[in-house]
Nanobody, 130 residues
Framework: HVQLVESGGGSVQAGGSLRLSCVVS????????MGWFHEAPGKEREGVAA???????WYDDPVKGRFTITQDNAKNTIVLQMIDLKPEDRGMYYC?????????????????????????WGQGTQVTVS
């Protein structure tokens, strides 16, 4: 049984930082495409960062240079470090895993294609930026 549990959300002022963590159990993150998604109030859930087994990472344009995704295989944990937060970064953040094989495209492409590309999700953690 796969389980993803996010933590680290909170309320910060614009320009502040937060570190989100996603602890995964039931599967090894070293085998899969892992992503973080953002759901702003009233908007669809969109991918912001992804990481794959080969160490490659991908970012949505609005967060490049501000967000960093890392994975700790020993702890089976994915971390999203967020700096210089903006009001538009507020909302729910979800960790997700894609356990199906990537057939002919990269993990970053899966991130851009959206939520249907990922099949295991956490419950999310709330981020507020004022």
């Amino acid at each position: 049984h796969v389980q993803l549990v996010e933590s680290g959300g909170g309320s910060v002022q614009a320009g502040g930082s937060l570190r989100l963590s996603c602890v995964v159990s039931g599967v090894s993150i070293s085998r899969y495409c892992m992503g973080w998604f953002h759901e702003a109030p009233g908007k669809e859930r969109e991918g912001v960062a992804a990481t794959y087994t080969d160490g490659n990472t991908w970012y949505d344009d609005p967060v490049k240079g501000r967000f960093t995704i890392t994975q700790d295989n020993a702890k089976n944990t994915i971390v999203l470090q967020m700096i210089d937060l903006k009001p538009e970064d507020r909302g729910m953040y979800y960790c997700a895993a894609r356990r199906r094989p990537l057939r002919g495209y990269a993990c970053g492409t899966a991130l851009n294609r959206g939520t249907n590309e990922f099949d295991a999700w956490g419950q999310g953690t709330q981020v507020t930026v004022s």
